[in-house]
């Protein structure tokens, strides 16, 4: 089991930003990447990378707001939120798995970190 220590989390009002950080314990990945869950919805991806950092990939709803990236390590990651929406309120989770042509799979994940967007 990867453990992982997520952080960035809060309150922030509309057009607001965050920084999101994530460290997992483990190095034996194929991808990294980070999804959503908002109450009574399904799991929403929001970005991941291969783990030779060859591809990038982002969901439609938060491309060119949202920013993914690597630490000098390669076991650490940040989500950079930009032009927050308060449809992007939910629990917000980093992740470790497998990319395919298609998406992401995750096999750990972190306990997860609060962002609520709200005047």
């Given at each position: 089991?990867?453990?992982?220590?997520?952080?960035?989390?809060?309150?922030?009002?509309?057009?607001?930003?965050?920084?999101?950080?994530?460290?997992?314990?483990?190095?034996n990945?194929y991808?990294?990447?980070?999804?959503?869950?908002?109450?009574?919805?399904?799991?929403?991806?929001?970005?991941?990378?291969?783990?030779?950092?060859?591809?990038?990939?982002?969901?439609?709803?938060?491309?060119?707001?949202?920013?993914?990236?690597?630490?000098?390590?390669?076991?650490?990651?940040?989500?950079?939120?930009?032009?927050?929406?308060?449809?992007?309120?939910?629990?917000?989770?980093?992740?470790?798995?497998?990319?395919?042509?298609?998406?992401?799979?995750?096999?750990?994940?972190?306990?997860?970190?609060?962002?609520?967007?709200?005047?």
């Open positions: 089991q990867v453990q992982f220590v997520e952080s960035g989390g809060g309150l922030v009002q509309p057009g607001g930003s965050l920084r999101l950080s994530c460290t997992a314990s483990r190095f990945y991808a990294i990447g980070w999804f959503r869950q908002a109450p009574g919805k399904e799991r929403e991806d929001i970005s991941c990378i291969s783990g030779s950092g060859e591809y990038t990939r982002y969901s439609d709803s938060v491309k060119g707001r949202f920013t993914f990236s690597r630490g000098n390590a390669k076991n650490t990651m940040y989500l950079q939120m930009n032009s927050l929406k308060p449809e992007d309120t939910a629990v917000y989770y980093c992740a470790t798995g497998r990319m395919y042509h298609y998406g992401c799979e995750y096999d750990d994940w972190g306990q997860g970190t609060q962002v609520t967007v709200s005047s």
